[in-house]
């Protein structure tokens, strides 16, 4: 292992530690985010690239986007706008 694989391990704990921690929806969305893109490294620097490329597109893009998409259906429930 790689000291560039070892800090990526490290900061994919981190991040998913910050995932957890994290406690209002919005913020947690933006994180996961941030952590589908270390993960996305992470599978990079491990010879996985069409992992990596999945991962970029479900777990930084999708994902974050329907926990977007859900929240703003439930604000919009909430005002009784919908």
């Not at 270390?38 to 994902?63: H, N, R, T, W, Y």
């Amino acid at each position: 292992m790689t000291a560039l694989q070892a800090t990526a391990l490290a900061l994919v704990a981190l991040g998913g530690t910050g995932v957890v921690i994290t406690r209002e929806p919005l913020r947690q969305a933006m994180v996961a985010g941030v952590f589908g893109i270390l993960l996305a490294v992470l599978f990079f620097l491990f010879q996985a690239p069409d992992v990596a490329l999945s991962q970029i597109g479900v777990g930084s893009v999708a994902l974050p986007l329907m926990i977007l998409l859900a929240l703003s259906r439930i604000h919009t429930d909430e005002d009784g706008d919908g």
